[in-house]
């Protein structure tokens, strides 16, 4: 099987963008990341990804009259790439339903919630505030609707007392590092597929574990 040819779109310090970069760089990972693109050009991700031996593309939407025009940019670079498929990582850009129909099935997003929960953003505050015990993330194919797209993963962290919006964002994110570059290698490598709107797994499901939180014991996160 040929590796996919992967593009991370990125606006800022491309955090979970490294975690991706890393994996692929392992020799048996099913896809290479072909080129990091962002918005802005001063994103720091871009010179990490220069770094790692990444090709790197700026396109900037403030050079864009509009949503459409930058879009295109967009698409024209990735396809110029020969791009198989899309990562988005912190990449702060709402996309069109036209652009994201244009890559239906072929784009993923990390989210810093348990979707359906906590659409959109301050999904750490929110969780907080409704008293939730449980939070995390979720990598999701991307859909026109926004933090709605079928779930490929998920990671589960306690949320403790004493909590704030950092805490709880540093714990979601350590776990975003680990998912999102499982997640990319179960659909490169067929193990996770998108089949009528639905993602369906190869493998099947061990449903003897469980997470309970608070514990009696030392939290299994």
Not at 151 to 165: F, L, M, R
Not at 179 to 189: F, G, H, T
């Amino acid at each position: 099987m040929s590796r996919r040819r992967i593009a991370i779109l990125i606006s800022g310090r491309g955090s979970n963008m490294t975690s991706l970069i890393e994996a692929a760089s392992a020799p048996d990972f099913p896809g290479e990341i072909a080129l990091v693109l962002s918005n802005r050009p001063d994103a720091g991700g871009l010179a990490r990804a220069q770094e790692a031996g990444i090709p790197t593309r700026a396109i900037d939407h403030r050079t864009h009259l509009t949503r459409e025009s930058f879009e295109q940019a967009l698409d024209q670079a990735l396809t110029e790439n020969a791009i198989d498929f899309i990562c988005l990582a912190g990449f702060m850009r709402v996309l069109t339903p036209w652009f994201v129909e244009r890559w239906a099935g072929k784009m993923i997003n990390i989210h810093p919630s348990l979707l359906p929960l906590f659409r959109g953003t301050h999904t750490h505050q929110r969780a907080i505030n409704e008293g939730v015990l449980v939070h995390g993330c979720t990598v999701h194919f991307v859909v026109p609707e926004l933090d709605a797209g079928p779930i490929v993963a998920q990671a589960v962290v306690p949320i403790i007392p004493g909590d704030t919006e950092e805490t709880l964002s540093a714990r979601v994110l350590a776990q975003e590092h680990v998912v999102y570059p499982q997640a990319l290698r179960m659909i490169c490598d067929g193990r996770a597929r998108l089949e009528n709107g639905q993602v369906v797994f190869a493998e099947g499901w061990d449903a003897s574990g469980v997470l309970r939180s608070p514990s009696s014991g030392p939290l299994p996160f």
